[in-house]
């Protein structure tokens, strides 16, 4: 069995070295990069299981590395390292892709915790080939069209589905009106952008209502997102 490929991105040496040594007593397979222009390199060349991110970074911040990577790759996981914790940081990156992130100075059995909690899931997202989406309580699968909340069918106009494939395969990631209109009204769509405005309340009105928890997320002044 091939051992999971970890990129550590981490510009102090000691860390990332320590990081290095428990993750190969792991048995996972490790490479680390110490500056942002050398990371990305790295990410857009090779398939990783997981990428462990610092967020200060001489070359490119993490969360430019983050931003340039979710463009192309939504599936692989990528856990933030930072030595903030101002909650700005935090939800900063979340909304720009993160699965997770960790505080430093953290416990490595902590991040050893996460890193198999995030594999998993990629394992599992894998295996059934990307045909299911989910967050929290909200099931879609992309091969039968099915949509449910919890117990409950949902049913969809082909694009009310559409929009909310869009929003589950960027989920954390804020979408802009012009994003939404692009991927899922296609390029050549010239009406107005308010269409997605009315297609998320349709949305709202089907997945949301009659739940404690929301999922469709509005973000003023930028777009929509769906928080999982």
């Not at 320590?18 to 050398?38: C, F, P, R, S, W």
């Not at 769509?189 to 997320?217: A, C, H, M, S, W």
Request: proline share 3%.
């Amino acid at each position: 069995m091939d051992k999971p490929a970890i990129l550590i991105v981490e510009d102090e040496q000691k860390l990332s070295r320590v990081l290095q040594l428990e993750l190969d007593y792991e048995n996972y397979q490790t490479e680390i990069a110490d500056n942002g222009k050398e990371a990305l390199r790295l990410i857009q060349e090779k398939d990783w299981d997981l990428v462990l991110l610092d967020i200060m970074l001489p070359g490119l911040s993490g969360l430019e590395i983050l931003r340039r990577t979710r463009r192309k790759d939504q599936e692989t996981p990528i856990i933030l390292l930072t030595a903030r914790d101002q909650v700005y940081d935090k939800v900063s990156g979340l909304d720009q892709g993160a699965n997770d992130y960790v505080t430093k100075p953290f416990q490595i059995e902590e991040l050893l915790a996460r890193i198999r909690v995030h594999l998993r899931q990629g394992k599992a997202n894998h295996q059934n080939g990307g045909s299911q989406l989910v967050v929290g309580k909200l099931f879609v699968d992309l091969q039968s069209r099915e949509v449910r909340r919890e117990d409950r069918e949902v049913e969809l106009t082909p694009r009310e589905f559409d929009l909310l494939v869009c929003l589950l395969k960027n989920k954390n990631i804020v979408l802009t009106r012009e994003q939404l209109i692009e991927q899922v009204w296609g390029f050549d769509y010239f009406g107005d952008t308010n269409v997605v405005d009315v297609y998320i309340r349709y949305l709202r009105q089907k997945i949301d209502k009659g739940f404690e928890e929301p999922y469709i997320q509005t973000v003023r002044g930028v777009g929509y997102t769906i928080k999982g």
